[in-house]
């Protein structure tokens, strides 16, 4: 298996550009959360999935981030407008059960100018 | 509100000697417990983990210490090696209904 498959690796954008990251789970995961990495807050968990139903989306900072997950190989976490407190490393991870082992990807570098 | 927290932002250890992380936790409804390593450009790994039945987990040089009562657990790496430098999170769950929940990270140099 590949693993966790994460795209772009790096994302540079304007402040006010749309931004959309994207992500693959292992297979058979039931399980996809969405972190963000950054000095101040360390990993924090933004929203997760089980079964392509989002669960618990209270970490998303505000209306301006959306995720989705429109299928069990496929999700998405989408900034619109983005602001430069957005800048960095996003990571998606799998899992079979909800609190167990976490199987992260690479991370999306982001930065917004 | 930093549930899970590790207060040594870095740590450097000799090669050979014992690294010591630390981790201390909030929530009393915390009842599995997990070591991330985590290399620059790569996602966190999984390395160890520990249920609150237990004081203790060994895996190679790799070992995880629960103090229930304190609320404060830690890993142990003897011996360090060079390998061994990295980011390591503790986290924290329960199957009553939270996902795992980080720590900030600590920051271990091992040095030849």
């Known amino acids: 298996d590949a693993g966790v498959i994460q795209s772009p690796r790096h994302e540079v954008t304007e402040m006010g550009q749309e931004v959309t990251l994207r992500c693959k789970p292992i297979s058979g995961h039931d399980y996809l959360f969405w972190y963000r990495q950054t000095m101040m807050r360390g990993l924090e968990l933004l929203i997760y999935?089980?079964?392509?139903?989002?669960?618990?989306d209270s970490g998303m900072p505000e209306d301006r981030f959306s995720a989705k997950m429109p299928n069990a190989s496929f999700s998405t976490l989408k900034i619109q407008p983005s602001e430069p407190r957005d800048s960095a490393v996003y990571f998606c991870a799998s899992s079979i059960i909800r609190g167990d082992e976490q199987f992260f990807g690479p991370g999306t570098r982001l930065t917004v100018l | 509100d930093q549930q899970v927290k590790q207060n040594s932002p870095s740590l450097s250890v000799q090669e050979g000697r014992i690294s010591i992380l630390n981790c201390d936790y909030t929530n009393s409804m915390f009842d599995y417990f997990l070591w991330y390593k985590k290399y620059p450009a790569e996602g966190p790994t999984f390395l160890i983990s520990i249920s609150s039945i237990k004081d203790k987990n060994e895996d190679g040089r790799f070992t995880v210490f629960l103090n229930k009562s304190a609320k404060h657990l830690s890993l142990h790496i003897v011996p360090s090696q060079p390998g061994d430098s990295a980011v390591y999170f503790c986290?924290?769950?329960?199957?009553?209904?939270?996902?795992?929940?980080f720590g900030k990270g600590t920051s271990l140099l091992v040095t030849p």
């Open positions: 986290a924290a769950t329960s199957n009553s209904g939270y996902a795992l929940n």
């Open positions: 999935f089980n079964n392509n139903v989002p669960i618990d």
